[in-house]
């Protein structure tokens, strides 16, 4: 229940932190469907390229090993989670005042940038090849 202490001019305000509750959801399901897709291009190709050659094509990132794909998909979705705990609460708010934090204009969760997942995965696969952990 919204109290406007008879002033409809607050209803505006409701309105806009409505808008841009939105907006940042919107983003923030851009951001996790190219997580998704990039570890799904890892997982699947190393999975069944054994057993189904033509698979081989979907490898666009040309991860070394099946082993290193995997294992740089799981090392990099437990990183997106960690990073996103702290995001959450900056957008949702702390959860003391029940109310939206307004650090949640400042959010900037820009599209375009659907490819960096790719890049974190390659990024780690290239680490543990250096690494010698495969």
């Known amino acids: 229940m919204v109290d406007l202490d008879s002033n ?4 505006i305000d409701i309105v806009e932190i409505g808008k841009q509750l939105l907006i940042t959801r919107r983003r923030a399901h851009h951001v996790l469907i190219a997580n998704d897709v990039a570890k799904y291009f890892a997982i699947i190709p190393a999975l069944f390229v054994a ?3 033509g698979l081989k094509t979907l490898n666009i990132m040309r991860l070394h090993s099946p ?5 740089s998909a799981v090392i990099f979705n437990a990183l997106v989670i960690i990073a996103l705990i702290p995001w959450r609460f900056e957008v949702c708010g702390s959860g003391r005042r ?3 934090n307004p650090a949640a204009k400042r959010v900037d969760l820009r599209g375009g940038r659907s490819h960096l997942p790719f890049i974190f995965i390659k990024l780690i696969d ?3 090849t ?4 495969f």
């Open 67 to 71: 082993e290193t794909a995997v294992l």
């Open 130 to 133: 250096a690494t010698g952990a």
């Open 126 to 128: 290239l680490i543990l």
């Open 98 to 100: 029940g109310g939206i």
């Open 8 to 11: 409809p001019t607050k209803l």
């Open 51 to 53: 057993t189904y050659p």
